[in-house]
């Protein structure tokens, strides 16, 4: 149902004061004796442990980035090192109460939080887990080295292979927790909570929203930490997490047993810089990123700074901040203030600040200090405190040695095609839960689907054809293909803006709002980054999203979540990620400049996206069917020219029940002799009138070939149809340079040379930016100028005059110009 949140003038208007909550700052002030009801010995010894463990593991990097060795074992690591040391008290005080079911995502600096994480894991899950997770983790490949002559406990077992995991990660390693393709920024271990890590600053603050959306809307239990930097807090990614996790709405319209707010910590390792910029002083203006929260809600985050050179502040945060979000009062923000000692990576000069600033950090070191407090207390021996360090230090130089072992821990073969393997997962899975799927209403009472139920879906009816009003079209194929997979997938979801009450921006959702319940069709907030990087951060947590973007020209907002998040994690992941995600992105038109741009091009180019433009209520029907049946993320165009077109090509018409249009296959959706027409996106209709002009005018039959999709693409149609015809002209709406026509040309010049009379000739609008409505006809590509193009650049038509210049002498004036 539609909501009702009236707002009423004399409510607005009437005078008040905002009021600001205090924002506590250093709260925790408890000595030892005022804890000892709260920790056991052992629970002390295993901070300090961890916080060593840290050290120790991070110093090995060190010493090997900078020295080339670590006590005699010498190794050359190529790849990156962003250490932490200086930050164990945070990582540890994060980690320590978190269990198994709560998930941290992090960033390039996040060594000791998944370390930290690990620990707490083991710690908490019994010997039987532990030993089937290693077992199972990829087949035993990591516990295999690491057990081999290992007499000890399950739990020391366990805490040399995650050791083992990370270093072999780090180190490119067929025995890192993801093959190596994950390497020291990206790794994570998800059966200990621990979700991907983000070499993009603030890459989490985006993701880690949608992992704890997949909690709430699927009733999970457990909360999730996004650990961010400091400098992190001036990305746009991170304030548009924020905002989409502090959305009203969780709390006043989803259903109460959802839980309410989403359980998300952001957590900021403040350590006083980015990589040499100082966001205190310098690069920002909120002196304490604690101050963040008062301006996104009334709870103002509940927002804190902690002490993060002490475990002990940061374990008692945690707590009480966990329990907030178990009772649904998310999301929190911690300012947790640490330092990095470390350099920002080993060839870091720390020429941006001064020695006497390490120099103190150094003396107020929390490992040192940590262990004073509690010698102080006789609570743990020194005996204890020194053999329990000697003993972890052991264990991570074992594991070190290890993984720098290349016998025992080769690289994954690179000609062995790995990575080819992991870039699409390339699965059906008809749903990600056997629950039941949430809905409103019966779906046969449902308006739209009472609606759709007469009209008709056959390109002519009674040898006429058929009116708009009454023919099924682009918008109503889309419609039903999500219906069918809502009805299947309880944990499919959709969101982005204006996707509810609205219907969605094109009103291709319209009828979805009386059919299912807040959770699983939403508006967002207008944040393109949070809408992308949370359907990620959902997916990678198992759930099924079909989230959408207004306008492609919107694309950039969400540029680092598209290009770098949505596509990289199932490779990233060497193939233990999937991404289930639907992309929905309308193409403009009679929008200008900034509405109307067809950027298919830009999502063609990058690896790890399947790229999918169907103009047809039977394409979009079979290739929306096919997307939300598979585990890759799919770029779904969808074009405004097209939404309310009918089925023009498949005479039997768009059958009522479920069926696919593979994702990689073109279409021919007319046959010819004389040339080929290649067409992606709406530019099919201009093909088939310039097609009909050539047949009427000239008597030349064109084939059309509608390509639907970008990546991937079956070739073979193309050849078969380039090689009858000899000649091939590609049309598209995107601007000409770089476009993906472009690629499909240079390839069909190569597959098919020897049958070609002549280049293949691309058509495309011009390199301009889209002007006004009425003056579009000069800018997006006309059936005329088809007819143009093959006049002057494949074959003469009799007594032919161009109305457009499509000659080579242009191509080159334009392409001089860069216009
Ligand atoms: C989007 C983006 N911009 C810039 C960088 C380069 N870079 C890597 S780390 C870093 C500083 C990050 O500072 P902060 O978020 O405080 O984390 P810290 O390094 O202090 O842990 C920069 C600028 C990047 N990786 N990603
Ligand atoms: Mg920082």
Redesign the pocket.
């Known amino acids: 149902m539609p909501k009702s949140i009236i707002i009423e003038p004399e409510r607005v208007f009437a005078r008040e004061t905002i009021h600001l909550a205090a924002i506590p700052v250093n709260a925790y002030q408890k000595t030892i004796e005022e804890e000892l009801g709260s920790y056991s010995a052992d629970d002390f010894l295993n901070i300090w442990r961890d916080m060593c463990a840290i050290r120790e593991f991070e110093t090995v990097l060190n010493e090997i980035k900078t020295k080339g060795a670590y006590k005699g074992v010498t190794y050359n690591h190529a790849g990156p090192a ?1 250490l ?1 040391i200086g ?1 164990e008290a945070a990582a540890v005080g994060m980690a320590f109460l978190l269990s198994p079911d709560d998930h941290i995502f992090g ?3 996040s060594h000791g939080e998944i370390l930290a994480k690990g620990f707490s894991a083991i710690r908490q899950l019994s010997d039987a887990r532990l030993l089937e997770i290693m077992k199972s983790y990829r087949e035993g490949a990591l516990l295999g080295p690491v057990e081999k002559g290992y007499g000890g406990t399950v739990k020391g077992l366990a805490l040399r292979f995650f050791i083992y995991g990370a270093y072999s990660e780090i180190f490119a390693r067929e025995t890192g927790f993801n093959r190596g393709l994950g390497g020291s920024m990206h790794a994570f271990f998800a059966p200990f909570g621990i979700y991907p890590n983000n ?5 989490s603050g985006s993701i880690a929203p949608g992992a704890a959306l997949f909690k709430r809307v699927n009733r999970k239990p457990g909360i999730v930490v996004a650990n ?6 001036g ?1 746009g990614p991170v304030w548009e997490g924020i905002t989409f996790s502090a959305m009203d709405q969780y709390r006043k319209l989803w259903d109460e047993s959802l839980g309410g707010g989403l359980p998300i910590i952001f957590n900021c ?7 040499g ?1 100082q ?1 205190v002083g310098e690069t920002m203006g909120m002196q304490s990123i604690a101050r963040v929260g008062a301006g996104v809600n009334p709870e103002q985050m509940h927002a804190e700074r902690v002490n993060g050179y002490d475990p002990l502040p940061v374990i008692d945060a945690f707590r009480r901040k966990r329990q907030l979000l178990l009772e649904g009062r998310g999301p929190v923000l911690l300012d947790t203030v640490t330092y ?1 000692i470390s350099g ?1 990576s080993p060839s870091d000069a720390s020429s941006y600040r001064s020695k006497e600033e390490i120099e103190r950090w150094q003396q107020a070191d929390s490992i040192p200090a940590f262990r004073n407090k509690i010698l102080g207390n006789h609570v743990v021996s020194e005996d204890a405190l020194d053999s329990a360090r000697a003993h972890v230090e052991a264990s991570v130089f074992d594991m070190f040695q290890l993984a720098a072992d290349l016998k025992a821990s080769p690289r994954v073969s690179i000609g062995s095609e790995l990575v080819s393997t992991v870039m699409f997962s390339n699965r059906r899975v008809d749903k990600l839960d056997d629950r039941a799927p949430e809905f409103l209403q019966n779906l046969a009472e449902n308006p739209r689907v009472q609606q759709i139920r007469g009209k008709i879906r056959t390109p002519t009816h009674e040898g006429k054809p058929v009116p708009k009003m009454k023919a099924y079209n682009v918008r109503d194929a889309i419609f039903e293909a999500m219906l069918h997979r809502f009805s299947i997938d309880p944990t499919m979801i959709a969101f982005g803006e204006e996707n509810r009450d609205w219907g969605g921006a094109f009103a291709v959702y319209r009828g979805l709002t009386e059919a299912l319940p807040y959770h699983r069709l939403f508006n967002s907030s207008i944040s393109e980054a949070a809408i992308v990087g949370a359907a990620v951060g959902y997916a990678l947590e198992g759930g099924r999203v079909v989230a959408e973007l207004m306008y492609a020209d919107f694309m950039g907002r969400a540029g ?1 979540e598209i290009f770098n998040q949505l596509s990289k994690w199932q490779a990233m992941s060497a193939g233990q990620l999937t991404m289930p995600v639907v992309l929905r992105i309308s193409v403009g038109s009679k929008y200008g400049a900034q509405h109307s741009q067809d950027w298919a091009a830009l999502v063609h180019h990058v690896p790890g996206l399947k790229v999918v433009y169907p103009v047809t209520p039977y394409d979009a029907k079979g290739m929306m069917n096919a997307a939300l049946a598979g585990t890759d993320p799919v770029i779904f165009f969808e074009s405004q020219k097209v939404y309310d077109v009918g089925e023009m090509f498949v005479e039997e018409g768009v059958p009522e029940g479920y069926y696919e249009v593979a994702l990689n296959e073109p279409s021919i959706k007319r046959k010819g002799r004389d040339f080929t027409m290649l067409t992606l996106g709406p530019a099919l209709y201009t093909a088939v009138a310039a097609a009909d002009e050539l047949q009427s005018g000239f008597g030349l039959s064109a084939e059309i070939v509608d390509l639907r999709t970008a990546t991937p693409l079956n070739y073979e149609p193309l050849v078969e149809s380039v090689r009858k015809t000899g000649k091939v002209l590609l049309v598209s709406d995107a601007v000409e340079r770089g476009s993906v026509l472009q690629t499909v040309a240079a390839n069909l010049t190569q597959l098919c040379f020897d049958d070609l009379d002549g280049p293949p000739v691309v058509v495309g609008a011009r390199n301009w930016i889209t002007p006004a409505a009425e003056l579009e006809a000069s800018f997006f590509p006309q059936a005329g100028w088809l007819l143009d193009a093959i006049h002057e650049r494949i074959m003469p038509l009799k007594d032919y005059q161009p109305s457009s210049n499509q000659t080579l002498g242009e191509l080159m004036r334009r392409a001089r110009l860069g216009v």
């Open positions: 962003h932490s930050q960033s390039h600096r070499a993009i600053v603030g890459g961010i930097g400091d400098a992190s807090f990305c390792m403040n350590n006083f810089y980015g990589m910029g966001p990095r920002h680092d």
